[in-house]
């Protein structure tokens, strides 16, 4: 089964530019989003389309999407942007989230 | 604005039935932009997405879950709903409805969530 792959976990500074990876086989010929989960809350949608923000989510935040890997990046870090972060596509028949990364600002 | 709703019960034991109900509001769920999906995470553990259904009855199934799954939509009252049936403790997890651009995805407008616990 097709399966999308993320590290468990990112370390940036504040200030700093985080780049979270999503890897799945010839994911570059699919369109990928990326959700923010903070603790409790509901996830939020943060890139769609690969590299479309939706109204209200900062500048900060860009994706790409190129051969196997796609890519999250979170330009100046804010304390705000800890989170899990989940990328998503698709398989046949059927949605597939990413395994997720926890973003830690330190 | 667009906002969803979750609502059912939140225990059950092994081998009933679950059934959630996701009310719309702010919005049509008969909107042609969008499909209206479902979403689960387990405790501690990450998003796995259910299935979706557009307006117009079509539905698309996580193949893993498509045997013991419905999904269904009311167009007269603005809601759809979910069906798993036979549960297992496996199926405990916070349940989400969505609305999205793909028939899999690009869910703009979350529900808050609500948990089912699956234990006898």
């Known amino acids: 089964s097709y399966e999308l792959t993320q590290p468990p976990s990112v370390s940036v500074s504040p200030g700093q530019t985080a780049s979270i990876t999503c890897s799945g086989y010839?994911?570059?010929?699919?369109?990928v989003c990326w959700y923010q989960q903070k603790p409790g809350q509901s996830p939020v949608l943060v890139i769609y389309q690969d590299t479309k923000r939706p109204s209200g989510i900062p500048e900060r935040f860009s994706g790409s999407n190129s051969g196997n890997t796609a890519t999250l990046t979170i330009s100046g870090t804010q304390a705000m942007d800890e989170a899990d972060y989940y990328c998503?596509?698709?398989?046949?028949?059927?949605?597939?989230f990413g395994t997720g990364t926890k973003v830690t600002v330190l | 604005q667009l906002q969803l709703q979750e609502s059912g019960p939140g225990l059950l034991k092994p081998s009933e039935t679950l059934s959630l109900t996701c009310n719309v509001s702010g919005g049509s769920i008969s909107d042609s932009t969008y499909y209206w999906g479902w979403i689960r995470q387990p405790p501690g553990k990450g998003l796995e997405w259910i299935g979706s259904?557009?307006?117009?009855?079509?539905?698309y199934y996580n193949p893993s879950l498509k045997s013991r799954l419905t999904i269904s939509v009311d167009t007269s009252n603005n809601q759809f709903s979910l069906k798993l049936f036979s549960v297992t403790a496996a199926d405990t997890a916070v349940y989400y409805c969505a609305d999205g651009l793909q028939w899999y995805g690009d869910y703009f407008v979350w529900g808050q969530g609500t948990l089912v616990t699956v234990s006898s």
């Open positions: 010839t994911l570059g010929d699919r369109y």
């Open positions: 259904i557009y307006y117009t009855g079509s539905t």
């Open positions: 998503q596509a698709w398989d046949i028949n059927t949605g597939i």
